[in-house]
């Protein structure tokens, strides 16, 4: 009797832990996205960016968060200049200066790009990537549930939010193991950043757990 009052006990807590981790789940993917942080716009903010912070030094990057009202723990960097048959979107944790995920990354497929060199744009419907500084503004879209969309905070990209851009995922991403050394171009990027499925999910993670009351900011780059 014993025995078996112990078994439903222990059935019980175990049923419990699963409704409980599937409840914080369905939380993190499913909850609403007030978009309280405001986006810090400031001339001054962009000029300092330019002349005083290297975009590779993390400590720097973390400092300028700081002083500027954006979120100090995760930062982006996306460099085009490197093959899309390698990984080149990284997201790092700017306490430890460490990537926590990486990724690879289409560009966009307009404005004569290929996928040997990518054109870049800010021009409505022009389907290119854009390049610059970015914060990152919401989950979800019209048409894309996972996602995050993406507000651009320099001139070359002030039309991000106009334009849509996301970062989202792909089957050609997702699937992809580096067997060439670029991705083939096609009508899944356009001009988002288009990652991997699982990169994406902890993107996602990450932003409904620290992104929302400052804005984590995203570099875009072509370094040759």
Aim: net charge positive; glycine share 8%.
């Amino acid at each position: 009797m014993k025995r078996k009052n112990l078994t439903r006990w222990i059935l019980c807590v175990v049923i419990f832990i699963g409704l409980l981790a599937w409840g914080l789940v369905y939380w993190i993917y499913n909850s609403p996205d007030t978009d309280t942080a405001p986006v810090p716009y400031s001339l001054i903010a962009r000029q300092y960016w330019y002349a005083k912070v290297n975009p590779w030094d993390l400590e720097q990057v973390r400092s300028y968060c700081q002083k500027f009202g954006y979120n100090d723990d995760y930062y982006i960097i996306c460099d085009f200049g490197r093959k899309s048959g390698k990984k080149r979107f990284y997201l790092y944790d700017l306490s430890t200066c460490d990537s926590i995920i990486s990724s690879y990354c289409m560009q966009g497929d307009g404005g004569g790009s290929t996928a040997e060199k990518p054109e870049f744009s800010n021009r409505m419907g022009s389907n290119c990537s854009s390049l610059g500084l970015f914060a990152l503004k919401g989950i979800g879209a019209h048409k894309i549930k996972n996602c995050i969309r993406l507000v651009g905070l320099d001139h070359g990209n002030s039309n991000a939010y106009g334009r849509g851009l996301l970062i989202h995922s792909s089957k050609k991403t997702t699937f992809f193991r580096g067997q060439t050394d670029y991705i083939p171009l096609g009508v899944e990027s356009h001009e988002c950043f288009t990652i991997s499925a699982e990169c994406l999910a902890r993107l996602m993670a990450i932003y409904h757990l620290h992104g929302k009351r400052k804005r984590i900011l995203m570099w875009a780059c072509y370094q040759q």
